[in-house]
């Protein structure tokens, strides 16, 4: 199971206490709680994303239901 904790988000610990890099900060999200995103087609959902890279080099990470929620 891949947890999405990541995000660069309004609620993020560095963006609270002011420590995130500043290239980042433009980018974070408003109204999306990292806590929220316990697997991939709940964040899909929450982010609408305008694509999908698989960097992990995990073959089948993404399903067709994965890439038809995010058109």
Same mark, same amino acid.
Request: glycine share 8%.
């Given at each position: ?7 660069? &988000? &309004? +609620? ?6 002011? &420590? !995130? ?12 709680? %990292?806590? +929220? %995103?316990?697997?991939? !087609? ?13 960097? #992990? ?5 993404? &399903?067709?239901?994965?890439? #038809?929620? #995010?058109?």
């Amino acid at each position: 199971t891949i947890l999405y904790t990541y995000f660069i &988000t &309004t +609620d993020r610990y560095d963006y609270v206490d002011g &420590t !995130m890099a500043e290239h980042k900060k433009p980018w974070a999200q408003e109204g999306l709680k %990292n806590e +929220d %995103n316990k697997d991939l !087609m709940t964040v899909i959902r929450h982010v609408k994303p305008t694509g999908l890279l698989g960097l #992990s080099t995990i073959p089948g990470a993404f &399903t067709i239901h994965h890439l #038809s929620l #995010s058109l």
